[in-house]
């Protein structure tokens, strides 16, 4: 851990830029087995924010571990660190007012609270939202893009979410979406009618 460093406070708070900037910034946490449509929501999620003229970006999980987690794996330690990592980068975006859209498995329950704890901490009226993409295992397996279950099952990969790796699924999340039911366009209908129910989004 570094030593001789001091956090040196901004002068304008949260709320002060959502009323300077006219917008709400908040963090979208979208958690789910692999294969049950967390990115393919996420990301038109983000296409429909933006054309309502919000700022907004998505962090996809591939994504990031090509970039700043290429040097973690999928070891309970290191499923960690990616969250505790992406946890840190998501408030920052969501603190300067944009609605950041994160895509994990993140299956550890511990770990999700930490990510809700850490945008708490930095200002209780920041808006965390945990968004349960519920896929059940047989729809996630006959999904199955990258072939990745197969695998899993085949023993080519190790520490598999669902398979070889246990997923913690969230009990009280503020959005439970029914992926084995539900289309992208309701999912992102959803999760949107929330934003504007929340005064997240003014449309």
């Given at each position: 851990m570094?030593?001789?460093?001091?956090?040196?406070?901004?002068?304008?708070?949260y709320?002060e830029?959502?009323?300077?900037?006219?917008?709400?910034?908040?963090?979208?946490?979208?958690?789910?087995?692999s294969?049950?449509?967390?990115?393919?929501?996420?990301?038109?999620?983000?296409?429909?924010?933006?054309?309502?003229?919000?700022?907004?970006y998505?962090?996809?999980?591939?994504?990031?571990?090509?970039?700043?987690?290429?040097?973690?794996?999928?070891?309970?330690?290191?499923?960690?660190?990616?969250?505790?990592?992406?946890?840190?980068?998501?408030?920052?975006?969501?603190?300067?007012?944009?609605?950041?859209?994160?895509?994990?498995?993140?299956?550890?329950?511990a770990?999700?609270?930490?990510?809700?704890?850490?945008?708490?901490?930095?200002?209780?009226?920041?808006?965390?939202?945990?968004?349960?993409?519920?896929?059940?295992?047989?729809?996630?397996?006959?999904?199955?893009?990258?072939?990745?279950?197969?695998?899993?099952?085949?023993?080519?990969?190790?520490?598999?979410?669902?398979?070889?790796?246990?997923?913690e699924?969230?009990?009280?999340?503020?959005?439970?979406?029914?992926?084995?039911?539900?289309?992208?366009?309701?999912?992102?209908?959803?999760?949107?009618?929330?934003?504007?129910?929340?005064?997240?989004?003014?449309?």
């Amino acid at each position: 851990m570094a030593t001789n460093i001091t956090f040196h406070p901004g002068t304008v708070s949260y709320g002060e830029r959502n009323e300077l900037l006219k917008q709400c910034g908040a963090t979208i946490w979208l958690t789910g087995l692999s294969a049950s449509g967390k990115s393919t929501i996420a990301t038109a999620l983000e296409q429909h924010l933006l054309h309502l003229h919000k700022s907004a970006y998505r962090l996809d999980g591939d994504n990031i571990r090509f970039g700043l987690n290429k040097d973690l794996g999928f070891s309970p330690k290191d499923r960690e660190e990616n969250i505790r990592r992406i946890s840190e980068v998501s408030l920052l975006f969501a603190a300067s007012t944009t609605i950041s859209i994160t895509s994990f498995i993140s299956p550890y329950k511990a770990d999700r609270d930490f990510a809700r704890e850490l945008h708490a901490k930095h200002d209780p009226a920041l808006p965390f939202i945990e968004v349960f993409v519920d896929a059940s295992i047989e729809e996630c397996e006959r999904r199955d893009p990258k072939g990745l279950y197969k695998k899993a099952k085949a023993g080519e990969i190790k520490e598999f979410t669902g398979i070889s790796a246990p997923y913690e699924a969230p009990e009280k999340a503020e959005i439970h979406i029914d992926a084995d039911k539900t289309s992208v366009e309701k999912s992102v209908e959803i999760i949107a009618k929330y934003l504007v129910e929340k005064g997240v989004i003014q449309t």
